[in-house]
């Protein structure tokens, strides 16, 4: 059964940075996009970063030139390396995944990491 999961949340500072990470496994399979989203409490899930299956790279506009977000396909992993954090960056943040597998060719499914808190004090 395929999982992601994160790890890097935390509770840090303004102005202080987190990296997190997310590994996906369980199945063999190939990672045609990726992206991270938060969810701040009251808030709906909203888009942070992604790269998409052409390789193209979107960002929230409130997130640029602070975020970066790569992959490792090697190692089938995610990660966002967040800079100069701000208390509104305060949100649960999931990753998530579309993968293709060998006997469905020509479909993606969707899946979802299970999130990591991070918070930032002001």
């Known amino acids: 059964q395929v999982r992601l999961v994160e790890s890097g949340g935390g509770l840090v500072q303004a102005g202080e940075s987190l990296r997190l990470s997310c590994v996906a496994s369980?199945?063999?399979?190939?990672?045609?996009?990726i992206g991270w989203y938060r969810q701040a409490p009251g808030k709906q899930r909203e888009l942070v970063a992604a790269?998409?299956?052409?390789?193209?790279?979107d960002y929230a506009d409130s997130v640029k030139g602070r975020f970066t977000i790569s992959r490792d396909n090697a190692k089938n992993t995610m990660s966002l390396q967040m800079n100069s954090l701000k208390p509104e960056d305060t949100a649960v943040y999931y990753c998530?995944?579309?993968?293709?597998?060998?006997?469905?060719?020509?479909?993606?499914?969707?899946?979802w990491g299970e999130g990591t808190q991070v918070t930032v004090s002001s």
């Open positions: 790269i998409r299956s052409g390789g193209s790279i």
């Open positions: 998530n995944a579309d993968l293709s597998f060998p006997q469905y060719t020509g479909r993606n499914f969707r899946y």
């Open positions: 369980g199945s063999t399979f190939t990672i045609n996009a």
